[in-house]
């Protein structure tokens, strides 16, 4: 079970304390396996009303988004660029909030249980490394200020990639 199980009262405090932890938890580290393993796992068990917490990676020979660390059930392995809500917001290079997964064309069900889901893009020097994906089994579960506190964490990550 999650360390929170209800969403905090002032999300924009909830987001600054997280980017303070993340900071600490990549400090010294400058592996894209290991920090993104860790990345995943902090926001999993720290983000309440959440089914999936992960990346999904550029691979380089297909330029597909194929399944980087996570916590959550077993996911779909391959994401074609421009397909689903991960596929189009690595397209557009820009955070896509999807309130009802349902709704929104092309998704790809990797869990029947997921009704919401936010995905930003992972850019480094304007290079698109990959996808963060937030799914929750709560419909309208994710909001500007999710988007906002995300892309913010996103950027402690790429920066702690090094130079």
């Not at 959440?50 to 691979?59: D, H, P, Q, R, S």
């Not at 660390?69 to 996911?75: E, K, L, S, Y």
């Not at 419909?139 to 500007?144: E, L, Q, T």
């Amino acid at each position: 079970m999650h360390a929170m199980t209800q969403l905090p009262a002032d999300k924009e405090r909830a987001y600054a304390e997280l980017v303070t932890s993340l900071r600490a938890l990549l400090a010294g580290e400058h592996d894209l396996v290991a920090n993104a393993s860790n990345f995943a796992a902090l926001l999993y068990w720290s983000l309440p009303q959440l089914n999936w917490a992960g990346l999904y990676l550029v691979e380089a020979a297909s330029g597909d988004l194929l399944l980087g660390p996570f916590q959550g059930r077993p996911a779909c392995v391959r994401i074609p660029m421009g397909r689903g809500v991960c596929g189009t917001a690595a397209a557009r290079r820009e955070t896509v909030v999807v309130p009802d997964v349902h709704a929104f064309p092309g998704h790809i069900a990797c869990d029947s249980a997921s009704n919401s889901e936010v995905v930003v893009p992972v850019l480094r020097g304007g290079r698109l490394l990959g996808v963060l994906d937030l799914d929750s089994p709560v419909p309208g579960r994710f909001d500007d200020a999710d988007a906002r506190g995300l892309e913010a964490l996103v950027t402690v990550f790429v920066d702690s990639l090094g130079p």
